[in-house]
Every structure is written in C-alpha cells, then in structure tokens.
C-alpha cells in the first residue's frame, strides 16, 4: 500500500519563505512525484514535480522562487517557496505515482496526500 504524507504547510507573510515535505513509502519502482495546489474557487493545478531519476518541473508562475528537490534515502520530496505572494496561498497536495518506461510521468496521480494549507498574509 502507497502512502503519502505532507508537511510543512502555515502562515507566512508575503514574500517569506516555507518548506514543504512529501514523504512516500510502499513501493520501489521507479516514480513521478508532484505537488498541486488548489485555492477556493479555483481549478488544482500542478505546481511542481520530480521523478526518480532527479528531473524537475516547474509551472511558469513559481519558476525562480519554487524550487523541488528529492532525498531518495528518505523517500521525501522537498518544495521551498521563496518570495511567496499572496496568490500562492492555496491547499498543497503531494500526489505520486509510478513512471511508464515509455511515457515517464503520468498526468493524473493515483496516490494523494491529505493536502497541508499555506496561508499567505500581506
């Protein structure tokens, strides 16, 4: 059984700085691991993303403050938010899933946190 479990999630002011963990644990292929965000009112987009082999992603409007990072021993996924803004407030989700030999990483995600809420203040 997959599990996946955030942290790091809180208030910080505009243009501070936060920490996002996504551990994963119950399987030893090779994966796809993102991180979306939804706000209220809003459509989840993907923010960012890391696979097993160390490649990342970035959606347009957090390239140069997000950065994703993965520690493999631990099986955690790591997302610094830097510069933060006020439209980054949002509920993040881990999500992950295993990489297609083929195709590589998949759009939608089998496996999901319970989501951690950052709350961006002015």
């Known amino acids: 059984q997959v599990h996946v479990v955030e942290s790091g999630g809180g208030p910080v002011q505009s243009g501070g700085s936060l920490s996002l963990s996504c551990t994963v644990s119950?399987?030893?292929?090779?994966?796809?691991l993102r991180w979306f965000r939804q706000a209220p009112g809003k459509f989840r987009e993907v923010v960012a993303g890391?696979?097993?082999?160390?490649?990342?992603t970035y959606t347009e409007s957090v390239k140069g403050r997000f950065t994703v990072s993965l520690d493999t021993a631990k099986n955690t996924m790591y997302l610094q938010m830097n510069s933060l803004k006020y439209e980054d407030a949002a509920m993040y989700y881990c999500?992950?899933?295993?990489?297609?030999?083929?195709?590589?990483?998949?759009?939608?995600?089998?496996?999901w946190g319970q989501g951690t809420q950052v709350t961006v203040s002015s």
């Open positions: 999500a992950a899933d295993v990489a297609n030999v083929v195709f590589g990483c998949p759009v939608n995600y089998e496996y």
């Open positions: 119950g399987y030893n292929d090779k994966f796809c």
């Open positions: 890391i696979d097993s082999d160390g490649r990342t």
